[in-house]
């Protein structure tokens, strides 16, 4: 049986198809353009894949309650010709099989959670540090929505005492993703994170406010695993460097020995590298398919 | 059919008998002692009862690994006699029924959604700002454990202007209970909360911290309803100066009815009062014996 699994980035699209042990045998990758372009060539992958469920892990902000007359819709995204783009009902009109939806963050969560570095546990936050920031929360072996879906990665961090940069986030300036996304790193010291040697100052500013967040959300949540993806986490310094802010800004406080002692395991780099996405649309689609 | 009910908190226990529409029909109260005088008197209580189950919120921290040999003990807190203990195995020893357990913040939440104000919801968060500062979870139809429960009193928060408290926790100094919890209040201005005039800047700059940290947990979790309890939300007008603050701090970001105009009943007090922690003990009981 095959399935097939959507990652709908603001930037790309990535299209694939896989089984119910999660190997991807197939990939297709194109950017992202009008929603019009776009899907016709989603379309035109799966046209011939004899797939038995879709799953889509997608950018937002989207309509998730199912009992929504806009379910499966883009909201008010600033990518044109998206905000408010009927993405689910579009795709639905073209296959008749079941499919399953969720944010590009909550499916990496469950990506990791099915097949990554959160296998066998029951919670676990993503967090991805790219082009914005955002935070998947998978707990007590639920994906969460509530009243829209997850937006940690505007979480209101304190400000670096030696940072004067204003942030670049729309709405407050100075939130997580105002200061610590790919593009706020690069307008803050005038060059991409790529391109920052290894032990630039940038990396510990990084690793300030990054480790805030995820210390706020293992207070917050108490998960079991909180895996960083995205690509300023290419960086290998920055992942321990994070560990040491969670631990400093904790302080003892929680007192788990994954927190105290295996923080190396406890925060940590997706198992499942760039796929975690992929992979978590694909699971999303099986689960479609299983409560068809 | 009747199930016991047990409030457990470091100040005072209440331990109190419903019935499964959350009608309690008796109930004692006494000041938390050592735990061997404390629960002689819990015992005594239901002795006589004829109680199906029994449920708990308890103050932490809490091993709430149901797994774990220590499951149901008290871990480290600082409450004499109390660190370690093995409250659950206790009452297990004096109570041959099905016992439910959790935090005193989760079992509020779980209350309030039974019974209060999140009826007919899949999630809320419940706030306490009393003593300390607690956040239960209960998100999509779930109260939330992970590593091992939520810790949200002990959020990050950012530092009001103006405030130069350096803050009680004796873990992080200006965490959200280091400054905004009730003996945080008496201590910057020298009286207690009660004593305070109702224009006294106090309540801005409690609204400030609480409202932060409401909106950080909309956020990272998005939940269908937030509900404030606990000594300090007492005084009535902090709750719409803790809405104002939430709605200035999302800035329109979170693009949802109920943040945008129906805020007055998103964030809203506890539906039960305060028996939201007590009522969701009971809940907790007849969850027990139902799944006995
Ligand atoms: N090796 C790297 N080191 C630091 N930053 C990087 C690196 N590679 C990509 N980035 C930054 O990550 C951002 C892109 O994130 P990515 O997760 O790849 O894509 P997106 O978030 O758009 O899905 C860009 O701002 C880019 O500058
Ligand atoms: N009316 C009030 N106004 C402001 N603060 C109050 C009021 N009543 C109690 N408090 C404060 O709330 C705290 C006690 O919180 P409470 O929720 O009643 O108990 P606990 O947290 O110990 O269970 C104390 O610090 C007290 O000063
Ligand atoms: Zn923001
Ligand atoms: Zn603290």
Redesign the pocket.
Known sequence: MRFGAIEA????FVCSVGNSDGILEDRVQFPTERPEVTLAKVTEYFADKEIQAIGIGSFGPLELDASSPEYGHLTTTPKPGWSGYPLLPHLKRAFHVPFGLDT?VNAAAYGEAKWGAAQRLDSCIYI?????VGIGIYAEGRLVHGLVHPEGGHLFVRRHPEDGFPGTCPFHGDCLEGMA???A??KRWGL???A?PEDHPAWRMQAYYIGQAVADAILLLSPKKVIL????M??AQLLPMVRQEVQRRLNGYVNAKAILEDIDEYVTAPGLGDDAGLLGALALGIDAWKDR
């Open positions: 980035g603001g930037t790309k590009d991805t540090i790219g082009t914005g996304s790919g593009p790193l690069e991409p994170g790529g920052l993806g995205g690509g300023v290419k960086q």
